[in-house]
């Protein structure tokens, strides 16, 4: 069974950081790729990036300049860091498992297992 | 960025009753690199549909996906109470991924 859990601070102000931890409890951590995903409140999902066990990362142009995703195999833990976050970034945050293998594109997979959620609200 | 176009925004249907949900992007996913997900109040998005037609592990029978090119479908031959969500529809086949609007199926 796989089980993603995922914390960090639920209210920022603007121009600060957001930092959020996402946990693995899986056998396999280095066959996959780990994702954060947004959902801004009443609305759709947004990729926000990607990253796999040695460290290589993807992320959505829209957003790469302010984010970047780390990850410590050691732990099975992967970390998402925005930067000067402003209301618009106000969503509920998902960790999630993206396969590699299988029916996956060069670039890109679905997302099999999800967090949570974690709900990041930005007010001053 | 390929967007995802999803109609009808709201589905109100019956228990037993069929629901067809469409997705249309605006390039061509290639090889079908389309997935399906629902998604219920205050819970994270469950995957039904990878590869335009095939279901995820634990998915029932009465959901099926089809489609290729620009234009997919996904279909709930007959609505249980635990189905009335909301629907998104994923491309995969070129980076960023992106994601569509979203259908809400409700009960009529």
């Known amino acids: 069974q796989v089980q993603l859990q995922q914390w960090g601070a639920g209210l920022l102000k603007p121009s600060e950081t957001l930092s959020l931890t996402c946990a693995v409890y899986s056998e396999s951590f280095s066959g996959y790729y780990w994702s954060w995903i947004r959902q801004p409140p009443g609305k759709g999902l947004e990729w926000i990036g990607e990253?796999?066990?040695?460290?290589?990362?993807n992320y959505n142009p829209s957003l790469k300049s302010r984010v970047t995703i780390s990850v410590d195999t050691s732990k099975k833990q992967f970390y998402l860091i925005l930067s000067s976050v402003t209301a618009a970034d106000t969503a509920v945050y998902y960790c999630a498992r993206t396969p590699i293998t299988g029916h996956c594109s060069t670039t890109s997979c679905y997302n099999d297992y999800w967090g949570r959620g974690t709900l990041v609200t930005v007010s001053s | 960025d390929i967007v995802l176009t999803q109609s009808p925004g709201t589905l109100s249907l019956s228990p037993g009753e069929r629901a067809t949900l469409s997705c249309r992007a605006s390039q061509t996913v290639s090889r079908s690199y389309l997935a399906w997900y629902h998604q219920k109040p205050g819970q994270a998005p469950r995957l039904l549909i990878y590869?335009?037609?095939s279901r995820a592990t634990g998915i029932p029978d009465r959901f099926g996906g089809s489609g290729s090119g620009t234009d997919f479908t996904l279909t709930i031959s007959r609505l249980e109470p635990e189905d009335f969500a909301v629907y998104y529809c994923?491309?995969?086949?070129?980076?960023?991924?992106?994601f569509g609007q979203g259908t809400k199926v409700e009960i009529k």
């Open positions: 994923q491309q995969y086949g070129s980076s960023p991924q992106t």
């Open positions: 990253i796999n066990h040695s460290g290589s990362t």
């Open positions: 590869g335009a037609s």
